[in-house]
């Protein structure tokens, strides 16, 4: 549109293969383009220089040579590498405090779902406690900045501090003894949700009578993620009458989990999901007030509180090298200075 010829441009796009994708640029990016005085008003004007930043560790420049050829070259920029660490307190939130940090939705999101491998999210974080967060993280010579995947996952309470920190080619985490995180039931399938109801007898509030609360209420906008607690078997996706749009797993060794009032549910029978996977989204259907997820487990056909089971599969057990080695990452990844 700056008036660069055709001719110009098919120079140009053919240096440029093996160097930069030119339609990988991010929209937003600055181009300099010089045009030269052209011969006669019915051609263009020669393209004498352009620049323009064709990733995050590349410039691209083209400029005219003395013998009125393009050459194209490529600039490399450098780049720092150092991850970024990330603490402040909980506060009245953790994932509003998290964020308020400048971290992204994804990496906090993230971050909450690794800690209910562990803890009740909702439960088992104070106000005063800190939370710990290192992500990947790039800054370029020329100032700008990249935030990539979560890499390590922290809470200090000063009772049963965790520390959880990515590791091998899958990207599971593992806690500092190097024993894997995803082992067991999730304490919380529903990532930002709070505890709305708990496990016993109670008031019915649609039924109008008390009786008997199989399982524990989370209270969490519609559309929210739902995710499986542990890995399992899809036994039941469908209409559950009071129970509304309804999930049932089937975890092995007896125990099954239902997922209840959904507003969609995202599995078939019969298939297979893994821990944390995303089943469906929160919603209100059935003997429902509002939008929440009642989740129910069942150990040998009876209702249990989700809250005590302990159903423990044979977590992956770091050692030797490896554990050696996993141990002086995470060393390395909490010495760098904090950002609060």
């Known amino acids: 549109r700056a008036g660069v010829g055709r001719e110009d441009l098919d120079r140009l796009f053919a240096q440029l293969s093996g160097i930069a994708n030119p339609r990988g640029v991010k929209p937003g990016t600055g181009v300099t383009i010089v045009l030269g005085r052209r011969e006669t008003k019915a051609v263009p004007r020669p393209l004498e220089f352009l620049s323009f930043r064709a990733n995050f560790e590349t410039k691209v420049e083209a400029r005219r040579g003395a013998e009125g050829q393009l050459v194209v070259k490529p600039i490399a920029i450098r780049i720092d590498n150092t991850p970024l660490r990330v603490t402040g307190v909980v506060g009245a939130s953790l994932e509003r405090s998290a964020r308020a940090a400048g971290l992204p939705a994804s990496v906090v999101q993230e971050y909450v779902r690794q800690l209910g491998y562990?803890?009740?999210?909702?439960?088992?974080?104070?106000?005063?406690?800190?939370?710990?967060?290192?992500?990947?993280?790039?800054?370029?010579?020329?100032?700008?900045?990249?935030?990539?995947?979560?890499?390590?996952?922290?809470?200090?309470?000063?009772?049963?501090?965790?520390?959880?920190?990515?590791?091998?080619?899958?990207?599971?985490?593992?806690?500092?003894?190097?024993?894997?995180?995803?082992?067991?039931?999730?304490?919380?399938?529903?990532?930002?949700?709070?505890?709305?109801?708990?496990?016993?007898?109670?008031?019915?509030?649609?039924?109008?009578?008390?009786?008997?609360?199989?399982?524990?209420?989370?209270?969490?906008?519609r559309g929210t993620p739902i995710l499986a607690s542990s890995g399992g078997k899809v036994v039941f996706a469908g209409w559950g009458g009071g129970y509304g749009n309804v999930v049932v797993l089937d975890h092995g060794k007896g125990i099954r989990t239902r997922y209840a009032h959904m507003h969609r549910i995202g599995v078939k029978n019969g298939q297979q999901v893994g821990q944390g996977q995303s089943i469906g989204q929160v919603g209100s259907t059935g003997l429902s007030t509002g939008p929440h997820l009642h989740y129910e487990v069942w150990a040998n056909g009876t209702a249990v509180d989700p809250r005590s089971v302990k159903f423990f599969g044979g977590a992956q057990q770091l050692g030797g090298r490896d554990l050696a080695r996993f141990k002086g990452e995470m060393s390395r990844l909490k010495a760098i200075p904090a950002s609060d």
Do not use: C
Not at 118 to 124: G, M, N, P
Not at 141 to 170: F, H, P, Q, V
């Open 118 to 221: 562990a803890l009740d999210v909702h439960r088992d974080v104070g106000k005063r406690d800190r939370f710990e967060i290192i992500v990947a993280h790039r800054r370029a010579e020329t100032g700008e900045t990249e935030m990539g995947r979560l890499l390590y996952a922290g809470l200090l309470n000063g009772r049963s501090n965790i520390s959880l920190m990515r590791w091998g080619d899958k990207g599971e985490f593992f806690w500092q003894t190097g024993e894997a995180v995803r082992k067991g039931l999730m304490k919380t399938p529903v990532a930002g949700a709070r505890q709305t109801s708990g496990f016993g007898m109670r008031f019915h509030p649609v039924l109008g009578y008390s009786r008997m609360h199989k399982g524990v209420d989370f209270g969490a906008p």
